[in-house]
């Protein structure tokens, strides 16, 4: 929700995500994938994309996760 914030996105807006992560945590992202568009209002977009508008790196532990939204 950060990102949708920085992007300046209203909260009802539509979103593609797309995440780049170790196997473990997009198993882990697969296992709740539902659960997470609800939430998100979002599509999942399997290969992230270069051009997919606002993207963030953040860590979690020891993992390295890049999140990229694009308004629809």
Do not use: C, H
């Amino acid at each position: 929700q950060t990102l949708r914030k920085e992007a300046d996105f209203n909260v009802d807006d539509r979103i593609e995500l797309s995440i780049k992560a170790s196997d473990s945590v997009m198993k882990a992202l697969d296992q709740n994938r539902d659960y997470l568009l609800s939430e998100t209002l979002a599509i999942f977009a399997e290969i992230p994309r270069a051009d997919s508008g606002t993207g963030k790196e953040i860590n979690v532990g020891n993992e390295t996760i890049i999140i990229n939204i694009k308004r629809l």
